[in-house]
């Protein structure tokens, strides 16, 4: 799709010029572009943990999925977040990685 959506930007450059273009791509791609930004900048919960975590030095920070359930089209993860062997929080989401931010999100909260 995106291969498609440049393939048309670079069209509308060559037969008119670079101001319709930039029309094109405001008109037709403003809301994606301003959701895009939104967390331009942000750290992610795994990010935050991590440094809080490694404040005072090193620490041995490790995600495990514990737990899948659901069938293959729509399961659900359980993640856990440990530090140096102790665990910290868990979480759940559809993807590996949603389950191990939410489970960095709850260790952030807890500690």
């Known amino acids: 799709m995106a291969d498609s959506i440049e393939a048309v930007i670079a069209a509308i450059y060559f037969d008119s010029n ?19 930004s ?11 943990l991590q440094e809080k975590l490694q404040e005072h030095g ?10 899948t359930h659901g069938p ?7 993640a856990q977040v440990s530090c140096d062997g102790k ?12 389950a191990e931010m939410q ?4 260790a952030l909260e807890n500690i």
Do not use: C, R, W
């Open 18 to 36: 670079l101001e319709q273009a930039e029309k094109f791509i405001i008109e037709n791609l403003k809301e994606a572009i301003e959701e895009s």
């Open 38 to 48: 939104k967390n331009v900048g942000m750290k992610d919960h795994k990010t935050v």
């Open 58 to 67: 090193n620490v041995h920070i490790v995600y495990k999925i514990i737990k």
């Open 72 to 78: 293959d089209h729509d399961k659900t993860f359980t």
């Open 87 to 98: 665990p910290l929080a868990t979480g759940e989401g559809k993807t590996k990685k949603q």
């Open 103 to 106: 489970a960095a999100q709850k």
